[in-house]
């Protein structure tokens, strides 16, 4: 394969990332001076090396050389420690962060449950999730707010969680909730205004 196919190549394993774009990428990077590409290429790389995964949220986030375990939400003692939201993915979690509208703690599925999948517990972070409801549990948890989107995967992840988080929500006197549906249903959260999640989270059941 030529090096314009082999980078194309990787470019299309990017989420939302089509054959087509995926060549123009390729383009227009050839468009670039050379010391632009080093940067880039230095910037990636970079990435891995100052970037952790928290070990209760999931979530990414940065080192900034101060070797820690936990992210600054996980670690911040202003944050209410009764609720905790699921959300699929990094994306979702920085939007409702810039919402301002949820002052809870979280947790990153990694994923959603696709309609008919056969393996579920495959595609998302089931088994953390159930730790850390469980660890949470004892330190004053009492909601956990499913926060999926509004679509069809969104829903089916909704269900399966609330079928496998019953017997722990009980064990706990936990209340299970969703968002309401502000977010018009295809919406996915990512996509939705401060406004909109404000009300999803007020209106949630
Ligand atoms: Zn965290």
Request: hydrophobic share 35%; with cysteine; charged share 25%.
């Amino acid at each position: 394969m030529n090096p314009v196919d082999t980078l194309a190549e990787l470019f299309k394993e990017f989420p939302g990332i089509g054959p087509r774009q995926a060549k123009r990428f390729v383009y227009y990077l050839m468009t670039r001076s050379t010391a632009h590409l080093e940067e880039l290429a230095a910037r990636i790389t970079e990435l891995k090396k100052n970037i952790s995964t928290c070990t209760e949220c999931y979530r990414f986030f940065t080192k900034n050389n101060v070797p820690s375990p936990l992210c600054s939400i996980c670690k911040s003692s202003n944050r209410d420690k009764e609720t905790l939201m699921v959300v699929s993915r990094d994306v979702d979690l920085d939007t409702i962060e810039k919402s301002h509208s949820f002052n809870g703690t979280y947790f990153v599925l990694g994923g959603t449950v696709p309609i008919l999948e056969k393996n579920p517990e495959t595609k998302i972070r089931l088994r953390e999730l159930t730790n850390t409801i469980t660890a949470k549990a004892k330190h004053g948890l009492k909601e956990v707010i499913l926060a999926m989107n509004a679509t069809s995967d969104g829903d089916n992840t909704v269900h399966f969680l609330e079928q496998q988080l019953a017997p722990l929500a009980e064990k706990h006197s936990l209340r299970i909730s969703t968002l309401g549906r502000g977010i018009s249903t295809g919406t996915e959260l990512e996509y939705s205004d401060s406004e909109t999640i404000k009300n999803a989270l007020k209106n949630r059941g």
